[in-house]
């Protein structure tokens, strides 16, 4: 049984960071790519980090990209995603989620059907 378990998110004003963190169990961690998506009250739920099974390939939509930073430490099971100038449109819940096997280690999905398992999700609120 997978599952993912995030932790760092809260109430922050713009311009300040945040570091949310996702520990993996029941897989092969290092086996697989990890994302991170957000979906605001009336929006779709979109990728915002993806880094590929070897963690040398990442991706971000141009809304984050220089803001936001993923990793993953294959040691303790966990990715995370450092988020700096937060903008209140930063605002929604996060969910990671572990990608689909993949023969290819080198790809950073970024579509929720690109995923078989999804955390709880952690409210990331962005005040003005």
């Known amino acids: 049984q997978v599952q993912l378990v995030e932790s760092g998110g809260g109430l922050v004003q713009a311009g300040d960071s945040l570091r949310l963190s996702c520990e993996a169990s029941g897989r092969t961690f290092s086996n697989y790519a990890m994302g991170w998506f957000r979906q605001a009250p009336g929006k779709e739920r979109e990728c915002v980090a993806a880094?590929?099974?070897?963690?040398?390939?990442?991706y971000y939509p141009d809304s984050v990209k220089g803001r936001f930073t993923i990793s993953r430490d294959n040691a303790k099971n966990t990715v995370y995603l450092q988020m700096n100038s937060l903008k209140p449109e930063d605002t929604a819940v996060y969910y990671c989620?572990?990608?689909?096997?993949?023969?290819?280690?080198?790809?950073?999905?970024?579509?929720?059907?690109?995923?078989?398992?999804w955390g709880q999700g952690t409210q990331v609120t962005v005040s003005s």
């Open positions: 989620a572990v990608g689909t096997l993949r023969d290819d280690g080198y790809y950073a999905p970024r579509t929720p059907d690109e995923y078989d398992f």
């Open positions: 880094i590929s099974q070897s963690g040398t390939i990442t």
